[in-house]
């Protein structure tokens, strides 16, 4: 029985799944540090800042995307 050499099947690294999202064109996106605790000092301008996602630093992203083999469903 002859069998073929076949490529093995990527994993994904499950932490990087729950902290990355790939947006529709295909950008990295991350949320921002800082917003856990200590709340109560920070100005509610700085708390809305905190709150939105941005994109993954281009030096990381090589990184993040090797984690994520076929990007996030």
Do not use: C, Q, W
Not at 9 to 20: E, I, Q, S, V
Not at 26 to 45: C, E, I, P, Q, V
């Amino acid at each position: 029985m002859t069998t073929k050499n076949k490529k093995m099947k990527l994993k994904t690294h499950r932490g990087a799944a729950k902290r990355f999202k790939i947006s529709a064109t295909g950008k990295l996106m991350r949320h921002r540090s800082g917003k856990r605790h200590f709340t109560g000092t920070k100005s509610a301008s700085r708390m809305r800042i905190l709150r939105k996602a941005v994109e993954v630093n281009p030096a990381d992203a090589p990184k993040v995307r090797r984690a994520l083999p076929y990007g996030i469903e």
